[in-house]
């Protein structure tokens, strides 16, 4: 049963602030019980998990959530924010949440337009991976129409969503896994490189990470082929929302919607004192310093501290005690990215260190 109109960005009405819906062929869950059962936590069934995707499908559709707010005037930029492009990052979510619930049609000049959790499966398992096909949503851009369920869903957003945007901002954090420094990063290649810069400037993240190139598949890869100025967010992560994150990207999305010029919120402005980190750097989490063996990893770093070429930053065990690994930083630099689950199989990511 439909609960909410579907979105059509052309002809979303001056003055107005509803929530509306994506939707998408529903995808098939007779698999999905299998597969979540070996990885899902021991309070949670596979039915549960299955039966709260299935609450948002409306015969042979599955329905993504979309909150969009439009001035009055019809005039003004456009504001895209999406979260939960990775299942188990919250922050985003929230602050979304907050801006839309902030924002007045009256008084907004231009569209604000957030997908606060786009891969709902993902959500519901609280995977990174969208667990319907195994697939990461952030490493497939731009999808296909005829594709498995992440990649009609990735065409679905490029064309329904992102190709509106004047600034694209996509909320991420660390997963489960991991902390990361809370930062806002933004790609310094191409026609929308300046105002990409002038956006994470006022943001507000305590390190603005500044990037040369994007790697294939990311949401980031399609927008700036399109020429929209696009940033993206992380922060502590670790299967929480910090309070602090969710303050500082509900103050970011703030200050991106008065950079527009479309607004100004109660939630904008800078701390005292504002004084980013600044790094620059490919940022590709994916190649980062990965785990050896398998085990059990200890490390008494922080993230945002500064490490030292060769420093130790953490042993891996066997569960015997026996030590298999020493962990030793790859380079002089910013800890940007560390794991913090103990449990490592080989092959997992234990630090990024930004030079
Ligand atoms: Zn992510």
């Not at 299935?54 to 439009?70: F, M, N, Q, T």
């Not at 943001?203 to 020429?227: D, N, Q, Y």
């Not at 950079?259 to 940022?283: H, S, T």
């Not at 066997?318 to 080989?346: H, K, Y």
């Amino acid at each position: 049963m439909s609960r909410h109109k579907e979105f059509d960005f052309e002809n979303l009405p001056r003055a107005s602030k509803d929530i509306y819906e994506l939707r998408m062929k529903a995808p098939d869950l007779t698999g999905l019980a299998g597969a979540v059962r070996t990885t899902c936590g021991d309070t949670i069934t596979p039915d549960a998990i299955s039966d709260a995707i299935a609450a948002r499908l409306d015969g042979e559709s599955l329905s993504i959530p979309v909150l969009a707010v439009k001035g009055a005037s019809g005039a003004g930029k456009t504001l895209v924010t999406t979260a939960g492009v990775h299942g188990d990052e919250y922050e985003g979510m929230e602050a979304i949440y907050r801006t839309y619930e902030a924002l007045d049609p009256s008084n907004l000049s231009g569209t604000f337009v957030a997908v606060p959790v786009v891969t709902l499966p993902a959500f519901w398992q609280a995977t990174r991976a969208n667990p319907v096909d195994g697939l990461n949503m952030a490493r497939i851009f731009p999808g296909s129409p005829s594709g498995s369920m992440s990649e009609r869903l990735a065409a679905l957003m490029l064309e329904k969503v992102f190709r509106h945007a004047d600034l694209y901002i996509d909320l991420h954090s660390s997963g489960r896994n991991n902390a990361m420094m809370t930062l806002v990063g933004y790609a310094s290649l191409g026609r929308q490189a300046e105002t990409a810069r002038a956006a994470a400037e006022c943001f507000g993240a305590p390190l603005i990470w500044e990037h040369p190139k994007v790697s294939p598949g990311r949401t980031l890869t399609e927008t700036l082929k399109l020429e929209i100025p696009s940033l993206y967010t992380e922060a502590r992560g670790g299967g929480a929302a910090h309070p602090d994150d969710v303050d500082c990207y509900t103050r970011g999305l703030a200050n991106l919607v008065e950079f527009l010029g479309m607004a100004k919120l109660p939630a904008a402005g800078l701390e005292a004192d504002y004084e980013p980190l600044r790094l620059c750097g490919d940022g590709d989490v994916d190649v980062s310093m990965k785990s050896g063996c398998s085990g059990l990893f200890f490390s008494d770093a922080r993230v945002g501290m500064r490490v030292k070429q060769g420093e130790l930053l953490g042993v891996i065990r066997d569960l015997d005690g026996t030590l298999l690994e020493e962990v030793r930083s790859p380079r002089d630099g910013v800890l940007v990215m560390f794991r913090t689950n103990p449990r490592i199989f080989a092959g997992e990511i234990l630090v990024v260190v930004n030079a």
